[in-house]
T-cell receptor, first 113, second 112 residues
Framework: ETGVTQTPRHLVMGMTNKKSLKCEQH?????MYWYKQSAKKPLELMFVYNFKEQTENNSVPSRFSPECPNSSHLFLHLHTLQPEDSALYLC????????????FGPGTRLTVT | EDQVTQSPEALRLQEGESSSLNCSYTVSGLRGLFWYRQDPGKGPEFLFTLYSAGEEKEKERLKATLTKKESFLHITAPKPEDSATYLC?????????????FGTGTQLKVEL
């Protein structure tokens, strides 16, 4: 596969469930990101990892827990979510630094019931 | 705080009817301005990066320009396949790292 892949593409979970989102990039990049996209709102940056180290946590609630075991893989562990957490969760990757464009995966459409 | 405002929110064009999308930004020292295209149910697809006022980039029917306060995405003779949401984002010179601040996008519909 090429580019940035995300699984699952769709997820429905109850508020008491625990689930994980997975992202994999095949571009040789060393920075990875999680974004949240809700209707009528701009993409919201959640977490940034550079060379597997978390460099940004944009005041995200602790019910979202990221994990980056290596530069190619990124996870978002979910637990005790709220209905307002329903959104499209996007993973992206780039070369490390502020001049490089980010490449996005197709996203996981999450619905919390 | 960095801000990005896109207008219009939605735009409907006839095939072949050229137009422009606007992205106004407020950022403490612009490092780069990015344009993305997003189709329904998909992630954003990278189009262009602009770094300094006066810069222009082109790709097929799209041309992006940059001034000190805004960027325009010009669409020449659009086709139905150009229908998508176009997103603008900025990153700043200092303290911005690789964080992008996005606008809410312009939803473009091109009809036959």
């Amino acid at each position: 596969e090429t580019g940035v892949t995300q699984t699952p593409r769709h997820l429905v979970m109850g508020m008491t469930n625990k689930k994980s989102l997975k992202c994999e990039q095949h571009l040789g990049h060393n920075a990875m990101y999680w974004y949240k996209q809700s209707a009528k709102k701009p993409l919201e940056l959640m977490f940034v990892y550079n060379f597997k180290e978390q460099t940004e946590n944009n005041s995200v609630p602790s019910r979202f827990s990221p994990e980056c075991p290596n530069s190619s893989h990124l996870f978002l562990h979910l637990h005790t979510l709220q209905p307002e957490d329903s959104a499209l969760y996007l993973c992206a990757s780039s070369q490390e630094g502020d001049v490089y464009e980010q490449y996005f995966g197709p996203g996981t459409r999450l619905t919390v019931t | 705080e960095d801000q990005v405002t896109q207008s219009p929110e939605a735009l409907r064009l006839q095939e072949g009817e050229s137009s422009s999308l606007n992205c106004s930004y407020t950022v403490s020292g612009l490092r780069g301005l990015f344009w993305y295209r997003q189709d329904p149910g998909k992630g954003p697809e990278f189009l262009f990066t602009l770094y300094s006022a006066g810069e222009e980039k082109e790709k097929e029917r799209l041309k992006a320009t940059l001034t000190k306060k805004e960027s325009f995405l010009h669409i020449t003779a659009p086709k139905p396949e150009d229908s998508a949401t176009y997103l603008c984002a900025v990153t700043r010179l200092t303290g911005g790292g690789n964080k992008l601040t996005f606008g809410t996008g312009t939803q473009l519909k091109v009809e036959l």
